[in-house]
């Protein structure tokens, strides 16, 4: 296999007639499903823990770095994606450009960190929900988002796209209404009580500005990473648009910039009305900022405030569980589709779902019920430092495979004019990728709880390495030829 066959897009995109997927999400749908990922569980619940154990800037300044993460990985997944536009997406672009090995890994790690991530949305929905019925167990609305969950998945690609887009425009409409009322609280604030007030949650008799340590913020860069979980996912969802040559640009370039202001908005007025003591991973700080900020056109405050917001994230917490199954399913679809797995899982239904790569999926996010077995928080915190990490070794892999997949198309003698969209400031933009993920994986290392996901998912990743050697020619997957011109790139 020469080097003009491996870059070869028509070999490498796979068409409706060969692979059954139905290309109905467009441009609309996956500008959504990018709000839709990324706006969860991590922005809407997890910031009121990094708020409590960073303290305020400290979870700025942690925002910030993983905006500047995230923002560097999608710029390689839009060149990357929008050259090969395919369902596997990383797994794929690993298994292309680094090695089959690593992308067998990406494909089951990637797997790994959205059925935990489907299970903690169910979780949150739980916690949510108790503030209306506080008698009823939480399982019992786990059950019940899984249902939920499975009927937008398991019908028509058109089907999910089209919930996903509504459940995202709720929170979306949700987050900017946010940032502006708190916008105009904060202007209030300064007129009742002076402009050093906006601060006065930032700096601490004990500690300054950092009451925990320098550490402690390094640390929450990795649980940070979790929020930013989810934009990602069209990668994955290109593989089922129409025009995705000319829509994923588009997409990368109307999400990035608004899903960082959005972030970091969001984090600046929760820490300017919600004192670090009164900040918790339990209860969502959105609804607690909402019930004591004070406006001038509403001195009893919002009027049912917080049964409004308990709703808008609940919404939100659906929406993101309901891509993650999405992203879930398509990886062990592309596992199988590529013969690395057991081929009834690329089988689809009539409506060109892949049926028992969903089916798989879901019954493995059910681990979120034995979390009422065990201590809720605890449990929690150490599934999203294992969705984190698997999360940052996704993202690493797909700034490795641009870096490669460039650098190849430029040897083979090709123009970078003729590329749907390229990538700027190769290879720096790769650069600071890595280094992003690695300040994160360092820092998250001094945390003890932490330190128990990296570990749990190290264990993991070798363990698929070991699975692909073992099974690497039970299905029929690549010829040898195939494997040595990959391994020798």
């Known amino acids: 296999m020469d080097m003009k066959s491996i870059l070869s897009r028509e070999q490498f995109v796979i068409t409706p007639e060969k692979n059954g997927l139905v290309r109905d999400i467009k441009l609309r749908h996956l500008l959504m499903i990018a709000f839709g990922g990324a706006i969860g569980t991590g922005l809407f619940v997890g910031t009121g823990g990094n708020i409590a154990s960073a303290g305020p800037l400290g979870t ?23 050259y090969f536009p395919h369902t596997g997406s990383f797994g794929d672009y690993a298994h292309r450009f680094i090695g089959p090995a690593t992308g067998y890994m990406i494909f089951w790690l990637y797997w790994l960190g959205w059925v935990i991530s489907v299970g903690i949305e169910y979780i949150a929905v739980g916690f949510l929900m108790q503030y209306w019925f506080p008698s009823v167990p939480v399982y019992w609305w786990v059950i019940g988002c ?55 949650n930032f700096y601490f008799e004990k500690g300054g500005l950092f009451p925990n340590g320098v550490q402690v913020v390094l640390g929450t860069i990795l649980v940070v990473i979790f929020a930013f979980t989810g934009t990602e996912i069209i990668g994955v969802a290109v593989g089922e648009t129409k025009n995705p040559s000319q829509v994923m640009p588009k997409a990368i370039k109307a999400t990035l910039a608004r899903i960082v202001f959005f972030f970091i908005g969001s984090v600046f007025i929760i820490s300017v009305f919600l004192p670090m003591n009164d900040s918790t991973i339990t209860q969502s700080p959105f609804v607690s900022v909402l019930e004591r900020i004070e406006l001038p056109f509403l001195k009893g405050g919002i009027p ?27 990886m062990i679809y592309g596992l199988s589709e590529k013969k690395m797995y057991f081929p009834i899982f690329a089988k689809l239904n009539k409506r ?20 009422k077995i065990f201590a ?28 490669i997949f460039r650098k190849r198309y430029i040897a083979s003698g ?58 690497k020619d039970r299905f029929g997957r690549v010829s040898k030829g195939e494997e040595d011109v990959l391994a020798s790139r």
Request: net charge neutral; charged share 5%; aromatic share 14%.
């Open 304 to 330: 049912y405030v917080a049964s409004v917001m308990n709703f808008i994230i609940i919404t939100a917490l659906i929406s993101t569980a309901n891509s993650g199954l999405y992203g879930a399913s398509r």
């Open 414 to 471: 090709k123009s970078l004019k003729d590329l749907p969209y390229k990538a700027p400031f190769t290879p720096l933009i790769q650069i600071i990728g890595l280094l992003g993920c690695l300040i994160g994986i360092i820092g998250a290392y001094f945390d003890p709880q932490q330190r128990i996901g990296i570990w749990a998912t190290l264990v993991y990743i070798i363990l698929c390495y070991g699975v692909y050697f073992i099974t």
């Open 352 to 371: 060109g779902t892949p049926i028992f790569a969903l089916y798989l999926s879901i019954i493995f996010s059910l681990v979120a019920l034995f979390t």
């Open 146 to 200: 899984v249902v939920l969950i499975f009927l937008l998945n398991s019908f028509s690609v058109k089907v999910f796209a089209e919930s996903e887009f509504v459940l995202s425009m709720i929170k979306t409409i949700a987050v900017i209404a946010f940032i502006a009322i708190g916008f105009v609280a904060i202007i209030y604030h300064i007129y009742l009580n002076g402009f050093g007030a906006v601060f006065a």
């Open 60 to 82: 700025l300044i942690a925002y910030a770095i993983g905006g500047v993460i995230i923002y560097s990985v999608m710029l390689s997944l839009g060149e990357l994606a929008s």
């Open 376 to 403: 809720p928080e605890a449990v929690i915190e150490a599934l999203i430092s294992v969705v984190s990490f698997t999360v940052i070794i996704v993202w690493a892999s797909v700034s490795i495979s641009q870096y």
